[in-house]
């Protein structure tokens, strides 16, 4: 008895009903000799689907290394198929980079506390011929010495326990006032947040950045082709080719430092390499994507290079905010 979903001699597509005349039909794409996928089946087409880590990856890495603005001029002039999609090399390596990084014990600020210093003790003989044997003796230091020592470890302590964000007293009770003056929640939320203890707002600091620092990256890209799209006005170019644009140079973004947080310390000078290649790859793409001269190019990279910087600056308050208001 043959199975059900064996349907190796199909005549119409059991999907849409449309006679097939192929290995795929011609009305929805489904292929033509369905059976039941096996365990392998399904871990490559999960690993093509949302990984990306098919024969294309490879093409369209190298290209994306060593020929900067190529991956971008083969997709505008049609050459698409043998190459994987903008989005997807985009998600690939940006997950890749943060999984790194977050494996990699890294985060923002420093809330770790020490212990307090060493106390000073010694042992030694009896002090006196009294003095019953195996006693300790303790060196107990002059006043003006514990002053001094008091005055450094709470220095040194102060040190440790600093905050991502530290504003005094005035300024504080300003953030505060103007806070409640946008609506009186807030203002209790920004109170709340500077009642903490400074290692509790580092700690609220960094739990912020790591939940949406994600986000604020990805929401950048498309602000990231709006400020391509004002730098080349006149040039005829859609939006989509900026963004286009944004998608692939952000993704070797991402595959650098990845490469950057896994490399070993032994061999600094391929660090080094790296990232001399980060800075000069993207006016690199640009040239040769949208053509121009040299001067001309090196001047809208700067200017679009601090143009990005203010907007990440930007994101970084919000994600600031967030820690406070959350």
């Not at 989005?87 to 890294?106: C, V």
């Not at 290692?199 to 950045?209: G, L, T, V, Y």
Request: glycine share 8%; aromatic share 10%.
């Amino acid at each position: 008895m043959k199975h059900d979903l064996q349907l190796d001699h199909a005549i119409h597509c059991p999907n849409c009903g449309t006679s097939i005349a192929g290995a795929f039909c011609q009305g929805c794409g489904q292929p033509a000799h369905l059976h039941v996928p096996s365990a392998r089946e399904f871990l490559h087409e999960f690993i093509a689907h949302y990984v990306a880590l098919e024969g294309k990856l490879w093409k369209s890495v190298a290209l994306l290394l060593f020929r900067p603005g190529r991956l971008t001029r083969d997709y505008i002039e049609g050459k698409r198929v043998r190459y994987v999609e903008p989005l997807r090399l985009y998600l690939t390596f940006s997950i890749i980079f943060f999984a790194i990084f977050k494996l990699s014990g890294n985060h923002f600020g420093n809330g770790v506390t020490q212990a307090p210093a060493e106390q000073r003790v010694e042992a030694s003989a009896p002090a006196s011929p009294g003095a019953a044997e195996g006693k300790t003796a303790v060196l107990v230091p002059k006043d003006d010495d514990l002053d001094e020592a008091a005055t450094a470890a709470g220095k040194k302590e102060k040190k440790k326990h600093a905050s991502l964000i530290e504003l005094d007293d005035g300024d504080d009770r300003w953030v505060q006032k103007k806070a409640a003056a946008i609506h009186p929640a807030l203002g209790k939320k920004v109170e709340h947040f500077s009642s903490l203890a400074p290692e509790q707002r580092n700690a609220s600091m960094q739990r912020s950045f790591s939940s949406y620092a994600p986000y604020a990256i990805f929401a950048l890209m498309p602000v990231f082709a709006a400020l391509l799209k004002l730098l080349y006005l006149g040039s005829g170019r859609r939006y989509g080719e900026h963004l286009l644009f944004a998608l692939h140079t952000n993704a070797f973004a991402f595959l650098m430092l990845s490469l950057l947080l896994v490399l070993p310390d032994a061999i600094p000078l391929l660090g080094t390499g790296l990232m001399v290649w980060l800075v000069f790859y993207l006016p690199t793409a640009m040239r040769k994507v949208y053509g121009g001269g040299r001067a001309m190019t090196a001047l809208r990279w700067i200017v679009l290079m601090t143009m990005h910087l203010f907007c990440i600056v930007l994101a970084m308050v919000g994600a600031a905010a967030l820690a406070v208001i959350a």
